[in-house]
C-alpha cells in the first residue's frame, strides 16, 4: 500500500500521471471515496498522460466513456447511480478489460463484488484544508503487486504534489 498527499487539484493529476507511466492493458482502477474528494481530477490526470485529448468528465448521468489515447483507450465509468453489484452486472465490465484500454470506475467500491480481482484501488480522503488529499493506493491481485514497488518509485520522484 502507498500514501501520498495532495494539495491541489493539479497534485492529484499528477499522481494520476505517475500512474499512468505502469499502466498496461487490460488494467483496472477502482477509485473510491467521498463526492468531490478528486476521482475525476485524477482520470483527467491519468487519460492527459495518456494522450487523451478530449475534456474528460464524470460520466455519472450515461455511466460510460471512452476515450482515445496516443497508445491506448481509456474507458470511465462512474457507477455511483447504480445500486449494487446486482445492477453492476448488465455494465459488463469484463468486456472493456482489453489489449487495447485501461479501465477506470468511479465509485467501485460499492460494485467491488462484480469486479474481477486484479485491479488497483485508488482511495481519496480528504485532508485538513480544502483542497488537501490523501490519497491509497493498494494493489489488489498480481499485477500490481508486482509494480507497486515501481509505482512507489515514481511517487517519490514527482515529490510534493
Known amino acids: 500500500m502507498l500514501e501520498v498527499a ?3 487539484p493539479d497534485g492529484t493529476r499528477a499522481v494520476a500521471r505517475a500512474v499512468a507511466d505502469l499502466v ?3 488494467d483496472l482502477l477502482v477509485l473510491a471515496g467521498d463526492l468531490g474528494a478528486g476521482k475525476t481530477a485524477f482520470t483527467q490526470g491519468l ?3 495518456l494522450g487523451v485529448t478530449e475534456r474528460i468528465t464524470s460520466p455519472t448521468f450515461t455511466l ?3 476515450y482515445r489515447g496516443t497508445d491506448l483507450t481509456l474507458h470511465h465509468l462512474d ?3 447504480l445500486s ?3 445492477e453492476a452486472a448488465d455494465l459488463d465490465i469484463g468486456g472493456l478489460l482489453d489489449d487495447e484500454a485501461v479501465t477506470v470506475v468511479e465509485w467501485g467500491d460499492t460494485i467491488r463484488p462484480a469486479l474481477p480481482a486484479d485491479l488497483l484501488e485508488v482511495r481519496f480522503t480528504f485532508g485538513e484544508g480544502d483542497d488537501d488529499r490523501r490519497i491509497t493506493l493498494r494493489s489488489e491481485g498480481p499485477s500490481w503487486t508486482v509494480r507497486l ?3 512507489g518509485r515514481v511517487l517519490e520522484a514527482v515529490g510534493p504534489c
Request: glycine letters at 20%; charged letters at 20%.
Open 6 to 8: 495532495t494539495s491541489s
Open 24 to 26: 498496461r492493458a487490460g
Open 47 to 49: 487519460g492527459a498522460a
Open 64 to 66: 460510460a466513456q471512452r
Open 79 to 81: 457507477v455511483y447511480r
Open 84 to 86: 449494487g453489484p446486482d
Open 149 to 151: 514497488g515501481a509505482l
